[in-house]
C-alpha cells in the first residue's frame, strides 16, 4: 500500500463524504432554492448596517466615555463591541462576494469603509477569499485565503524548523491571541505581490484611511486613549473572527482531496461546516455557521442563509457541529490522506509508527 493509499475503512468514510455530493448532483432542485435566496433585500440591508456598524462605532465610543471613569465600567462595552465587530466584518464579507446589494458600486463603497474599520482592505481581501472559495479542500491548491493545513506525510518530511513553525501556527493559544494582530494587524497592511494592481492598490488606500483615524485620534482623544480602546476590542472581535474562520473547515471529518480526485460540491457541503451556536451567538456572527449553504452559494446573503438550509433535506445533510464539539477542532492539526480524517499530532505520530513497522 502507498503511503497515501487510503485504507479500506477510509475508503467507506470517502465514499460516504462523496455520496452527498453524487445525490446533489443527481437532484439539481437545491439549486432552484439557492437561486431564490440570492437576491438581496435593500431593507434588510440597510436594518443590519443599524445592528453592525452603527452599534461598533457607538460601543467603541461608549468603551471610551467608560475609560474615563473606570476600566471595569468599560469591560461590559468591550465585550458588546467585539461581538459588534465581528457583525460589522459580516457585512464587510457579504460586500466582498456582492451580496449585499444589487449594486456592484455600493457593495464597493459600504465594502471599502467596514474593511476600513475592520483593518482589512476591500479588493485584496475579495480576490484571496474568492480563491479560498474556487479552492476549499483541493490539496493542491492550498495557501490562498485557507489556513495553513498539512498532511502527515508533508510534515514527517519538512525540516525541524519549519516543524516547529507549523506546530507553534496550530497551537490555540497563538491562533487565538496573536492570529488577529499577525493577520489584520501586519498581514492586511502589506499588498499581495501575486494579485493585480487594484488589489495591491486597495491595502494602500485602507492603510491611508487607518493612518487618518490615528491622525485624528492623535489631535482629539490621543492615541494612548485610542489604542487602550481599540485593542482590547480588536483583540476579542478578532480572536472571535479567527476562530469562526478556523473551525468552519477544521473539523475531523471534513474533506480534503488531491486536485484529480477535487469536487466542488464536495468541498462545500463536506469540507464546510453547519457551525450550530446558540441564537445569540448566531445573531452576533451573522449567520456564518451555516457555512455549508455559503460555500454552496457565496451570492446569498447572510439574512437568508438559515432560511435556505432548513428549506432543502440535503443542506441538513451537512456536518453538524456544536459549540461543544467544536473544542475538538483546536486538538487537530494534520491531515492524513489514507484515513481521510484531520488529527492531532499524537494520533499522527502513532499512526507513523504503525505504518512503518507494516511496512
Given at each position: 500500500m502507498s503511503k497515501t493509499e487510503p485504507t479500506a475503512a477510509a475508503a467507506v468514510a470517502n465514499a460516504a463524504k462523496r455520496k452527498l455530493a453524487?445525490?446533489?448532483?443527481?437532484?439539481?432542485?437545491?439549486?432552484?432554492?439557492?437561486?431564490k435566496y440570492q437576491i438581496p433585500k435593500l431593507r434588510l440591508g440597510i436594518g443590519q448596517i443599524f445592528t453592525g456598524p452603527l452599534p461598533y462605532v457607538t460601543f467603541w465610543f461608549l468603551t471610551y466615555f467608560a475609560m474615563q471613569f473606570h476600566w471595569l465600567l468599560a469591560v461590559p462595552c468591550i465585550v458588546l463591541a467585539a461581538g459588534f465587530?465581528?457583525?460589522?466584518?459580516?457585512?464587510?464579507?457579504?460586500?466582498?462576494h456582492g451580496s449585499y446589494f444589487k449594486s456592484r458600486k455600493a457593495n464597493e463603497i459600504l465594502g471599502f469603509w467596514t474593511?476600513?474599520?475592520?483593518?482589512?482592505?476591500?479588493?485584496?481581501?475579495?480576490?484571496?477569499?474568492?480563491?479560498?472559495h474556487a479552492t476549499t479542500g483541493d490539496l493542491d491548491r492550498r495557501g490562498f485565503g485557507d489556513i495553513w493545513t498539512m498532511t502527515i506525510d508533508e510534515y514527517n518530511a519538512s525540516s525541524r524548523w519549519k516543524k516547529l513553525a507549523y506546530r507553534v501556527s496550530r497551537n490555540p493559544a497563538v491562533f487565538l491571541l496573536f492570529g488577529p494582530l499577525l493577520v489584520f494587524g501586519i498581514q492586511h497592511r502589506i499588498p499581495d505581490r501575486r494579485l493585480h494592481k487594484r488589489e495591491r492598490r486597495s491595502v494602500h488606500q485602507t492603510n491611508l484611511a487607518i493612518l487618518g483615524i490615528l491622525v485624528l485620534a492623535h489631535f482629539t482623544i490621543g492615541l494612548k486613549a485610542y489604542?487602550?480602546?481599540?485593542?482590547?476590542?480588536?483583540?476579542?472581535?478578532?480572536?472571535?473572527?479567527?476562530?469562526?474562520?478556523?473551525?468552519?473547515h477544521q473539523f475531523e471529518d471534513t474533506a480534503w482531496a488531491r486536485?484529480?480526485?477535487?469536487?466542488?460540491?464536495?468541498?462545500?457541503?463536506?469540507?464546510?461546516?453547519?457551525?450550530?451556536l446558540p441564537r445569540i451567538l448566531q445573531w452576533f456572527s451573522g449567520n456564518i455557521g451555516f457555512h455549508h449553504i455559503h460555500h454552496l452559494n457565496p451570492r446569498i446573503p447572510n439574512y437568508y442563509l438559515e432560511k435556505?438550509?432548513?428549506?432543502?433535506?440535503?443542506?441538513?445533510?451537512?456536518?453538524?457541529?456544536?459549540?461543544?464539539?467544536?473544542?475538538?477542532?483546536?486538538?487537530l492539526h494534520l491531515w492524513d490522506e489514507r484515513e481521510g480524517k484531520l488529527v492531532s499530532f499524537r494520533r499522527a505520530r502513532r499512526l507513523t509508527r504503525e505504518r512503518k513497522a507494516a511496512a
Open positions: 453524487d445525490i446533489a448532483k443527481s437532484d439539481l432542485s437545491w439549486k432552484s432554492v439557492l437561486a465587530y465581528v457583525r460589522l466584518f459580516i457585512v464587510f464579507h457579504d460586500c466582498t474593511g476600513v474599520l475592520a483593518f482589512t482592505p476591500f479588493h485584496q481581501w475579495r480576490q484571496q477569499h474568492a480563491i479560498h489604542l487602550m480602546v481599540q485593542l482590547p476590542i480588536f483583540l476579542l472581535g478578532g480572536a472571535a473572527g479567527v476562530w469562526l474562520f478556523y473551525v468552519q486536485r484529480e480526485q477535487w469536487d466542488y460540491l464536495e468541498g462545500a457541503l463536506q469540507g464546510s461546516s453547519f457551525y450550530k435556505c438550509h432548513k428549506e432543502h433535506p440535503l443542506f441538513q445533510q451537512a456536518p453538524k457541529i456544536t459549540l461543544f464539539s467544536s473544542l475538538k477542532s483546536a486538538f
